[in-house]
C-alpha cells in the first residue's frame, strides 16, 4: 500500500476516506478556503495528494479542540509563514484555553442554577401551569436562574 505522502492523485471519496470525514465536508472545506480547489482530471474528478489529507485532519483535530473555522485558518496561514514563530500559535492557544475557562465557568454556573431548581421542585404530580421551574423562567429575581 503507498503511503498518503507519496499519492499523487486521489479522488474526493478516498481523500475523505483517508482523512476521517465525509465526501460532503471536503467540499465544505473548499468553499471556506481551508482546502486548496484541487486539479481535475480529465474525466473532471477531483485530484488530491497525501497532503490535502493530511491538512484535512489537522482541521479536524483542531475543531475537536475547540477552534473555529476561521481560527483554523489563521492556524494553516502561520504553518506556512515563513516569518511565525511557535509564540504565535502559542498565543492563540492560550487565547483557547481562556475562552474554554470561561465557558466551563458559565456551565459550572448553569448547572449549580438548574440543580437549585430540580432540587427545590418537589411539584412531580402538580401540572405544569403551577411548574415552579417553568415559572422561574419567567420571573425574574425570584429563583435561582442565572441572568
Known amino acids: 500500500m503507498?503511503?498518503?505522502g507519496s499519492q499523487s492523485s486521489m479522488?474526493?471519496?478516498?481523500?475523505?476516506?483517508?482523512?476521517?470525514?465525509?465526501?460532503?465536508?471536503?467540499?465544505?472545506?473548499?468553499?471556506k478556503g481551508l482546502l486548496p480547489r484541487p486539479t481535475r482530471s480529465q474525466s473532471g474528478y477531483r485530484q488530491y495528494g497525501g497532503e490535502?489529507?493530511?491538512?484535512v485532519r489537522?482541521?479536524?483535530?483542531?475543531?475537536?479542540l475547540g477552534f473555529t473555522l476561521n481560527?483554523?485558518?489563521?492556524?494553516?496561514?502561520?504553518?506556512?509563514?515563513?516569518?511565525a514563530k511557535c509564540s504565535d500559535v502559542?498565543?492563540?492557544t492560550d487565547g483557547k484555553i481562556a475562552e474554554i475557562q470561561a465557558k466551563v465557568k458559565d456551565l459550572r454556573k448553569m448547572m449549580r442554577s438548574?440543580?437549585?431548581?430540580?432540587?427545590?421542585?418537589?411539584?412531580?404530580?402538580?401540572p405544569t401551569s403551577q411548574c415552579p421551574i417553568l415559572d422561574c423562567f419567567e420571573e425574574e429575581g425570584s429563583?435561582?436562574?442565572?441572568?
Do not use: M, W
Open 11 to 31: 479522488t474526493a471519496s478516498t481523500l475523505a476516506k483517508h482523512a476521517g470525514v465525509g465526501i460532503e465536508s471536503i467540499r465544505f472545506y473548499e468553499r
Open 90 to 92: 502559542k498565543k492563540r
Open 114 to 126: 438548574l440543580k437549585n431548581l430540580s432540587d427545590a421542585c418537589g411539584c412531580e404530580d402538580a
Open 52 to 55: 490535502d489529507a493530511r491538512r
Open 71 to 83: 481560527e483554523i485558518k489563521e492556524l494553516l496561514a502561520l504553518r506556512i509563514n515563513s516569518r
Open 58 to 64: 489537522f482541521i479536524k483535530r483542531a475543531q475537536a
Open 143 to 147: 429563583c435561582p436562574c442565572p441572568k
Open 2 to 4: 503507498k503511503n498518503e
